[in-house]
């Protein structure tokens, strides 16, 4: 078992349910009970379940990488750089949109980067 990859795996799993749970009831309510046309509240609900999908799926695959790190290493790397940058596109957009106290706003980044970080420090651990 690799330790630093479950890490890596427990903290993408926490990540996903806060997105998933929380996050949906927060963000896509009122999404959907906007005045955007509805193809693009529908298009964005969609984005929203396909980033959910993302996040749960990748998490079991850190999970698969730290029992059989050498079996899915290739993958484990992949997800790793995945969420490495997601959370650069958070950073990225909080700080060109609104400048530097964005990123207390849009805090996404603090989870998404650990998640990379720990995901290629595991892989390159024996």
């Given at each position: 078992m690799?330790?630093?990859?479950?890490?890596a795996a427990?903290l993408?799993a926490f990540?996903?349910a806060?997105?998933?749970?929380m996050?949906?009831?927060e963000?896509t309510?009122p999404?959907?009970?906007?005045?955007?046309p509805?193809q693009l509240?529908?298009?964005l609900?969609?984005?929203?379940?396909?980033?959910?999908?993302?996040l749960i799926?990748s998490?079991?695959a850190?999970?698969?990488?730290?029992?059989e790190?050498?079996?899915?290493?290739s993958?484990?790397?992949f997800?790793?750089?995945?969420?490495l940058c997601?959370?650069?596109?958070?950073?990225?957009?909080?700080?060109?949109?609104?400048?530097?106290a964005?990123?207390l706003?849009?805090?996404?980044?603090?989870?998404?980067l650990?998640?990379?970080?720990?995901g290629?420090?595991?892989?390159?651990r024996?």
């Amino acid at each position: 078992m690799n330790r630093i990859l479950l890490w890596a795996a427990v903290l993408a799993a926490f990540t996903a349910a806060l997105h998933t749970i929380m996050g949906t009831a927060e963000i896509t309510g009122p999404l959907l009970r906007s005045h955007l046309p509805p193809q693009l509240s529908l298009l964005l609900y969609a984005c929203w379940h396909l980033v959910s999908g993302t996040l749960i799926a990748s998490s079991a695959a850190l999970f698969m990488a730290a029992r059989e790190p050498e079996r899915h290493r290739s993958m484990a790397q992949f997800v790793a750089w995945l969420w490495l940058c997601f959370g650069l596109v958070f950073i990225g957009v909080a700080v060109g949109g609104s400048g530097v106290a964005m990123l207390l706003e849009l805090p996404q980044w603090s989870l998404l980067l650990p998640v990379g970080v720990f995901g290629l420090w595991g892989i390159r651990r024996k």
